[in-house]
């Protein structure tokens, strides 16, 4: 008899620890920096951020200060922009049926960037701050880049298959950032700001950032978590998909999309921070196994996580000099991408 069972749901223990994690990483994050404060007494002082709370818990004012007007805003944009990175990952990846998919694949990072460099070289040429139409300006090229690459994915045929697309993802990053290097070629004054945005950074003076990104994360999480069904059935190909009700193509575009709203919006206050959807969703799934049922709430808990420990480790490895979170997460993933590479099957078309 044919098992009919579909793949496993998502773990109570795993959701658990998916929790715990952020909560650990959030705890760790604003606890040690350049001033050290007492984690237990981090964690009564958020406590005393809930109406009606008010708990002592031993810190000056200073350090209350540092913990809710400094750390605080930069560690909460920390975890969305890892929510959003990994979660978009794990979509690209079975939107593709690709395990080398993240979300620059389809141009976004590239289209971001060349959205940015045109606004710092052409409205803010030579200051120190990054102007106020970046956001904008990622958003719109990151979207920009996607709608080419969804064009140009058609080209030749009626159909958009994975590989034609991930084809066109690479064509079009290659032409957005070869525009990019023309624009600052004629602009060498605006190079060590543009360069310094491009390496990644959760630097905010506040809770601005969180608040230009939270409406995106939120979308972006409510359309592909309610996918996870349609992703495992995508899984075994779009015949046996379409043979059970699902519109491949349809569900395809749907993901795609609500990824790259996510992913620009996260690239437009933070900068390029690639590597994030490679290595959370494999690591999970190594740990899990395949089914989407799982594969995306954990990549999303785990991947918020990860990336406030990795801007923890930039902004304490180097010293009084901070490292740029885009090199932190270049110097994990580059090996772990080799090893999914290595490990990977060809992509399928």
């Given at each position: 008899m044919t098992d009919r069972r579909g793949p496993a749901g998502l773990r109570p223990a795993w959701l658990a620890a998916g929790v715990i994690s952020v909560v650990v990483a959030a705890i760790a994050g604003l606890a040690f920096g350049s001033v050290s404060l007492p984690p237990g007494s981090v964690a009564v002082e958020i406590l005393n951020l809930i109406p009606g709370v008010r708990l002592e818990s031993g810190l000056s004012e200073r350090e209350v200060a540092i913990l809710v007007q400094l750390r605080l805003p930069r560690v909460v944009l920390g975890l969305l922009v890892g929510a959003m990175l990994a979660l978009a990952g794990a979509a690209y990846q079975g939107a593709f049926r690709n395990p080398l998919a993240d979300p620059h694949l389809l141009g976004v990072a590239a289209g971001a960037g060349l959205g940015v460099t045109a606004v710092i070289v052409l409205a803010a040429p030579g200051t120190t701050e990054l102007p106020i139409g970046v956001p904008v300006a990622a958003f719109a090229g990151a979207v920009g880049a996607v709608l080419l690459t969804w064009l140009l994915g058609a080209a030749g045929g009626r159909e958009r298959s994975p590989a034609s697309l991930i084809l066109a993802g690479v064509a079009v990053s290659a032409f957005l950032s070869?525009?990019?290097?023309?624009?600052?070629?004629?602009?060498?004054?605006?190079?060590?700001?543009?360069?310094?945005?491009?390496?990644g950074r959760l630097a905010t003076a506040g809770w601005h950032d969180v608040l230009v990104i939270l409406p995106y994360a939120v979308i972006t999480g409510a359309i592909v978590l309610t996918q996870r069904r349609e992703l495992d059935v995508l899984a075994v190909g779009d015949a046996e998909a379409t043979s059970l009700g699902l519109h491949p193509q349809r569900s395809r575009y749907l993901l795609i999309i609500a990824a790259s709203l996510g992913t620009a919006a996260a690239v437009s206050v933070s900068g390029l921070i690639g590597f994030v959807g490679i290595i959370v969703p494999h690591t999970i799934r190594l740990l899990t196994g395949p089914s989407y049922r799982s594969l995306l709430p954990l990549s999303l808990l785990f991947g918020a996580a990860f990336l406030a420990l990795t801007d923890l480790l930039a902004r304490t490895a180097g010293g009084d000099a901070e490292i740029p979170i885009g090199v932190?997460?270049?110097?994990?993933?580059a090996p772990f991408f080799i090893l999914v590479l290595r490990t990977s099957r060809a992509v399928p078309t």
């Open positions: 070869a525009a990019q290097t023309f624009l600052l070629q004629r602009h060498m004054e605006s190079l060590q700001q543009v360069y310094s945005w491009l390496l932190v997460t270049a110097f994990l993933g």
